[in-house]
C-alpha cells in the first residue's frame, strides 16, 4: 500500500508545475554555476603553473646558499569545483624561510581577521544544491498533509481502510521519489560538463567521494522533506504551512550561518595583526642589534679590520640573509662568511621565538572556527556545508596538514644546512672560484696589469647551485575516506537524528491530525 501511494503520488508530481520548475531552475542555475567554478579553477590552475615554473626556474639559477629558499606553491583541488571550502579565503605561496616559521599561505589570508571562517555559503555546486534542494524539499512537503484534507481525498483515503502509519510513509517517500530525479540530474550534468571541458580529471578515490558527497546530499535533503511534512501535520491550512516553512528555511540555511560566524568572532578576541606584527619586528630589532653592536665588531676585530676597510665589488642582498658577493678581496668575504656562520643560528632561533607569538594568533583562530562548527550543529544547511567541505579536503584541517608539511620541510633543509655545515661554507655567499678569490693588494695589481676585470668577478657569471641531494618539498594527503567520515561523524549522526526525531513527531502529530 505505501507503494502504490508513493508511485501515484510520484506520477502526479512529475507532471506538476513545481517538478517542472524545479527541474528548469537546476537545469540553468547547476550549469551556470558549474562554468564559473570551471573558469575560476583553470585561473587558478594557470596561475600555480606559473607560479610554480617561476619558483622552480628561481631556485634553479640560485647561485649561493644564503639564497636556497624555495618557493612552495599549492595546488588547486579538483574537488573545489564542487565546494570551495576555504581555498578562496587563503592564498596559495609559502616561502620556505629561515627566519620565519610560516603560519598559513601568503596572499588572500592576510587579507581577512579570520580566513578559516565563512559568513554565507560560498557560490558553487554544494551552496547551490544547499538552497535549491532544501527550498524544493519544502516546497513538496509544506503541504503534503493540508491539501489532502483541504481536497477531502485524505479523508476518503483513511476510509478505504489505509492506516495512517501507511499514508504518512507514503506521501513522504512519493516526495522522495519526485526529487531524487532533481538531485541526481545536477550531479549528473555537473560532472558531465565538467569532464567534457578538458579542465581536469578525478582520481579514484574522488570518484569515492563524490559518491558519498551525492549520499549525504539526499540525507540532507531528506531533513527538508521531512521538516516540511511535520509543519504540514501540525497546521490546518496550507497557507499558514507555507509561510512557516519558508520561515524556517530562511532561518536554517541563510542566517544561522551568518550568526555562528559573528557569534564566533564575538565570543573569542583574536590578537590584532598589528600588534602581531609589532612583536615580531622587535624581534628582528634585537636580532641586527646584536649583529651590527656584539658579532660584527667583534669579528672585525678578531680578523684585524674596521667598516671603512670594507669594500665590495659586486654584492646583493635580501630577505631571510640573502648576500651574494663576487670580485671582493677575501678578507671582507671571510668576514661575511664569518658573519653568516655566527648570525644564521642566532636568525633560525629567533623564529622559533616569532612562532610562539604567531601560533597563539593560530591557534585561536582554529579555536573561533571549532566554535563556529559547534554552532553551526544548529543548523543542517551548515552542517552539511561542513561535511561537504571536508569530503571535498577544502576545509582548514586539510590546509592545516599541508602547512605541517611545509614546517616539516622547512626542517629538514635546516638540518640539511647543519649537516653539510653550509652556513660556515664560503659558498653561503659567494659563487666566485675559491681559487679566483684575491686580496685587496691582488685585486689592483690584476686590474692595472691587465686593464680587464675577470669574469668571475660578476655575480652572473658564476656557476648556480648543484640541487642534487637538496630536500624536495613533497605533499599527498593522507586524508583517506574514513578518516575523512570520521571527522564528519558527528554532522552525519546528528543529521540522522534529526531525521529520526522528525519522523517520529511527525508520526505522533500525524496520528492526532484531524482529517475533517
Known amino acids: 500500500m505505501i507503494w502504490h501511494i508513493a508511485k501515484k503520488d510520484f506520477l502526479l508530481n512529475l507532471i506538476s508545475a513545481r517538478f517542472i520548475v524545479g527541474t528548469v531552475l537546476c537545469l540553468l542555475i547547476i550549469p551556470f554555476t558549474i562554468l564559473i567554478n570551471l573558469d575560476d579553477y583553470g585561473t587558478r590552475l594557470d596561475e600555480y603553473h606559473i607560479k610554480t615554473v617561476e619558483a622552480k626556474n628561481q631556485l634553479e639559477q640560485t647561485r649561493v646558499y644564503s639564497g636556497l629558499r624555495p618557493v612552495i606553491i599549492r595546488p588547486p583541488n579538483p574537488l ?27 596572499g588572500k589570508a592576510s587579507q581577512r581577521d579570520n580566513p578559516f571562517l565563512n559568513s554565507f555559503m560560498s557560490i558553487d555546486f554544494i551552496g547551490i544544491i544547499s538552497i535549491l534542494i532544501s527550498l524544493l524539499a519544502l516546497i513538496f512537503s509544506y503541504d503534503v498533509f493540508t491539501r489532502e484534507r483541504e481536497d477531502g481525498t485524505m479523508k ?38 565538467i569532464l567534457v571541458s578538458g579542465h581536469t580529471s ?79 619586528i622587535e624581534i628582528n630589532r634585537e636580532f641586527w642589534d646584536n649583529l651590527h653592536n656584539e658579532v660584527s665588531p667583534r669579528i672585525e676585530k678578531e680578523l684585524g679590520m674596521y667598516d671603512r676597510d670594507r669594500s665590495y665589488w ?37 623564529a622559533d ?6 601560533k597563539n594568533r593560530l591557534d585561536d583562530l582554529y579555536r573561533q572556527k571549532r566554535l563556529q562548527k559547534n554552532l553551526l550543529m544548529l543548523s543542517p544547511t551548515g552542517m552539511f556545508e561542513m561535511i561537504a567541505s571536508s569530503l571535498c579536503q577544502n576545509d582548514e584541517k586539510a590546509l592545516d596538514e599541508f602547512m605541517e608539511d611545509v614546517r616539516e620541510y622547512r626542517e629538514t633543509l635546516i638540518r640539511h644546512f647543519e649537516t653539510n655545515e653550509w652556513f660556515s661554507d664560503l659558498r653561503y655567499i659567494t659563487a666566485q672560484p675559491e681559487d679566483e678569490i684575491a686580496s685587496t693588494n691582488e685585486e689592483k695589481n690584476r686590474i692595472a696589469a691587465t686593464g680587464q676585470v675577470p669574469d ?38 546528528l543529521l540522522l537524528v534529526i531525521c529520526s526525531v522528525l519522523t517520529i513527531l511527525i508520526a505522533w502529530s500525524f496520528n492526532k491530525y484531524d482529517v475533517r
Open 456 to 493: 668571475s668577478w660578476s655575480n652572473q657569471n658564476n656557476p648556480v647551485l648543484d640541487l642534487e641531494g637538496v630536500p624536495m618539498f613533497s605533499h599527498a594527503s593522507t586524508r583517506l575516506l574514513p578518516v575523512l567520515l570520521h571527522q564528519s561523524l558527528l554532522f552525519i549522526i
Open 314 to 350: 659586486h654584492a646583493s642582498g635580501g630577505q631571510d640573509g640573502f648576500f651574494e658577493t663576487s670580485g671582493t678581496a677575501r678578507d671582507v668575504m671571510e668576514y661575511e662568511r664569518r658573519m653568516k656562520a655566527e648570525t644564521e643560528p642566532i636568525r633560525i632561533d629567533d
Open 353 to 358: 621565538k616569532k612562532w610562539i607569538i604567531v
Open 156 to 193: 476518503l483515503s483513511l476510509s478505504k481502510g489505509i492506516s495512517r502509519p501507511a499514508f504518512m510513509s507514503g506521501k513522504i517517500l512519493g516526495i522522495i521519489l519526485t526529487l531524487m530525479p532533481i538531485l541526481l540530474l545536477c550531479y549528473l550534468l555537473s560532472i558531465i560538463i
Open 202 to 280: 578525478f582520481a579514484p578515490d574522488q570518484w569515492v567521494n563524490l559518491v558519498f558527497l551525492f549520499v549525504f546530499s539526499i540525507l540532507y535533503m531528506l531533513v527538508f522533506i521531512l521538516a516540511g511534512a511535520f509543519i504540514s501535520s501540525m497546521v490546518k491550512q496550507s497557507s499558514t504551512s507555507i509561510i512557516i516553512s519558508l520561515l524556517c528555511w530562511i532561518w536554517f540555511v541563510f542566517l544561522t550561518p551568518a550568526l555562528a560566524k559573528n557569534f564566533a568572532e564575538s565570543l573569542i578576541t583574536i590578537e590584532k595583526q598589528d600588534n602581531i606584527n609589532y612583536s615580531l
Open 80 to 106: 573545489s569545483l564542487f565546494s570551495n571550502g576555504i581555498d578562496g579565503n587563503v592564498g596559495t605561496r609559502v616561502k620556505v624561510d629561515f627566519g620565519n616559521i610560516p603560519a598559513l599561505p601568503e
